[in-house]
């Protein structure tokens, strides 16, 4: 007996749930016929057209064909041909014109940006053939002859380059090494230091809700509403209104109540802080849901509210905002101030620091996921304006009802604060996620959502 190699090409979904009636991890690919990807159900492997509308009814074709070895011996090879469809076929992020020979680790896109991806492998393994006696037959292994060998192989950033943007998150990499440096820089100027901490640290909470929105907005506007918050802050005569409203004539007034049981102090958080921060937190993305009633589609889909996701992400921007300036011109000089009063001004420094930390992370569970979650009713009364004033009405009640319970328990448990706090922001968590997964769902742009194709 004598062996000869055998070559089996491999298509490898990126996302195997994402393709049609096909439940195995791999698709071989024949030596003989060509195979057909497409949203049409005559192609061999079916992308769902309600997560692909990119993606041709007859999109692409995977043929055989063969070449030759250094040892003059003939292999199959394989060429992805694109059958003239409307958004391309992609390898490596390159426009295939017409085929294109597939070598090991190509990665094929079908539709452009958020197509579906399938990855390309080819394994040898050893065939008994008459004449001399053979160990038999051998595990697969992935091979390829030698001359199969590229510079996408050595060539590593260059090759991987739409990847590491898209996937790898290079783009959030580059800015933490860069607050890193500026951390260093800063390490003697209290003050800085302390800004760019809580810009961090408040930039990556937002960036985790904003990764599971999955809805692309620019980043321009969500930090506008942020920055419109903290105006609204500090400069208007609209916080000195809010304040009297429902400190003076509602019964918000959480200092008369310091002393008082949990009843009373969820009254009063209820009007003073539930009430009053929800609704001024959400004075941005009610302007932007008005404004955009003027702008055409387009505009009003970049800028503005036409649905739940919308809601979220620039009520949760301006709840950012809100946190940024009530720790770093509020709590933080309240505390160090009075620390250093006592034990001196290192020691202010360090309470500072410590209280800024978990105020501004956790904003997650907290002012981001009250304002997240009555976003989410914003966008909802877009999408449903005969029942928007009962929704409204729904969303803001429950957002100032969490927080008012988060504020009362920080106050009247006592010892067990620490446990009804990790209680209430749980709660305020699952409210948010609760309410992104809903918005995805009920998106019209589903198909475009990047968070929504897991």
Not at 126 to 146: I, T, V, W
Not at 200 to 214: D, E, K, P, R, S
Not at 236 to 247: D, E, K
């Amino acid at each position: 007996m004598t062996e000869s190699h055998r070559y089996q090409g491999l298509l490898i979904p990126v996302s195997p749930g994402s393709l049609a009636g096909m439940d195995q991890p791999h698709h071989i690919l024949s030596e003989t016929q060509e195979l057909i990807l497409g949203r049409e159900p005559e192609c061999q492997i079916i992308f769902d057209s309600r997560l692909y509308d990119r993606v041709s009814r007859r999109h692409a074709a995977v043929r055989p064909s063969q070449k030759t070895d250094k040892n003059n011996q003939a292999y199959p090879t394989w060429q992805i041909c694109d059958l003239n469809s409307a958004n391309g076929t992609f390898i490596n992020g390159q426009r295939v014109q017409n085929c294109q020979t597939l070598q090991v680790g190509d990665r094929i896109t079908l539709g452009g940006q958020n197509g579906p991806e399938l990855v390309f492998e080819c394994q040898t393994y050893n065939q008994k053939l008459p004449g001399k006696s053979a160990a038999g037959f051998n595990r697969l292994d992935s091979a390829r002859p030698e001359t199969a060998l590229t510079w996408n192989h050595l060539v590593l950033v260059v090759s991987t380059r739409r990847d590491l943007v898209q996937k790898a998150y290079l783009i959030p990499g580059i800015i933490t090494v860069i607050f890193v440096v500026f951390l260093f820089v800063a390490a003697d100027s209290p003050a800085l230091f302390n800004l760019l901490l809580a810009a961090y640290l408040g930039g990556a909470g937002f960036f985790f809700i904003y990764q599971l929105c999955g809805k692309r907005k620019p980043w321009w506007i969500l930090m506008g509403s942020a920055i419109a918050t903290m105006a609204i802050l500090y400069y208007g005569p609209t916080l000195s209104l809010f304040i009297y409203i429902f400190r003076v004539v509602l019964p918000g007034n959480t200092e008369r109540v310091e002393q008082a049981g949990f009843i009373s102090q969820f009254v009063a958080h209820f009007f003073g802080a539930g009430l009053m921060e929800e609704l001024l937190k959400a004075l941005p993305a009610l302007g932007l849901c008005w404004i955009g009633r003027s702008l055409s589609w387009h505009w009003r889909d970049r800028v503005g509210v036409v649905e739940p996701l919308d809601g979220i992400l620039l009520a949760a921007a301006a709840a950012l905002g809100f946190t940024w300036l009530e720790t770093l011109g509020q709590f933080v000089p309240a505390v160090a101030q009075q620390v250093a009063a006592m034990s001196g001004t290192g020691a202010g420094q360090l309470a500072g620091l410590q209280l800024l930390i978990p105020r501004v992370l956790g904003s997650v569970a907290g002012h981001m996921a009250y304002s997240g979650y009555f976003g989410y009713f914003i966008g909802l009364s877009v999408l449903k304006p005969s029942k928007r004033w009962r929704i409204l009405g729904i969303g803001y009640l429950t957002a100032a009802t969490v927080h008012a319970l988060w504020n009362a328990t920080a106050s009247t448990l006592g010892p067990l604060g620490p446990l009804g706090l990790a209680f209430v922001g749980v709660i305020a968590y699952a409210f948010l996620v609760a309410a992104i997964l809903k918005a995805r769902e009920l998106s019209p742009s589903r198909s475009q959502n990047f968070a929504a194709r897991i």
